[in-house]
């Protein structure tokens, strides 16, 4: 009987010296939150910069700078308007971007707030980025109101961005949407 309790005892201690471990390494991971106001610049539709910190809007994708789509059977400039509508969206006083976690390129992943409304997912409901890994209800919006992005066709910017590194550029049909 006591040889049973010690292999119990054995396992719980064990079993706890790992959760404890499992802790400490969870809370080296977390990075502390880092938050900035002030006067941003929209680099593109999906990026900001504020002094040297370089940021991305977390959770979507927007059209890259030189990306056009199709609207009404005419082409136009999705990736500046995209930029455009970024800037005029952070030129609120009050707007704060914060994040704990940095992309391949360093830059700070963010989510931006004006006004008590979250940015990000104001570029998505506006139909001027794509949901990416959040914001899908924002897009379903979009796509149903078809506006931005959705009032025609246009290429995926991640598809486009592949291409792109192909020598190929949004001329090219395959990767459009059309709704």
């Not at 049973?4 to 010296?17: P, Q, S, Y």
């Not at 400490?24 to 502390?32: H, M, Q």
């Not at 136009?76 to 509508?85: D, I, L, V």
């Not at 486009?160 to 059309?178: M, P, T």
Request: net charge positive; proline share 1%; aromatic share 8%.
């Amino acid at each position: 009987m006591t040889r049973g309790f010690r292999t119990i005892r054995d396992g719980v201690a064990a079993f706890a010296l790992l959760a404890a471990i499992w802790l400490i390494a969870a809370k080296l991971n977390d990075g502390a939150e880092i938050a900035h106001s002030g006067r941003f610049h929209a680099a593109d539709g999906d990026s900001l910069a504020i002094g040297d910190e370089r940021m991305r809007l977390k959770g979507i994708d927007a059209p890259e700078l030189s990306q056009t789509c199709e609207r009404g059977g005419a082409r136009w400039g999705c990736g500046q308007e995209a930029k455009r509508m970024l800037q005029s969206i952070v030129a609120a006083a009050d707007t704060r971007c914060a994040g704990t976690e940095r992309d391949r390129f360093q830059r700070l992943l963010v989510i931006c707030r004006a006004q008590g409304v979250d940015i990000n997912g104001t570029m998505v409901r506006r139909g001027m980025a794509v949901s990416y890994g959040a914001y899908a209800e924002e897009e379903a919006q979009a796509r149903s109101s078809k506006v931005g992005l959705w009032a025609g066709t246009f290429e995926m910017p991640r598809v486009f961005r592949d291409h792109r590194g192909e020598g190929e550029n949004s001329s090219g049909r395959s990767g459009f949407l059309q709704w």
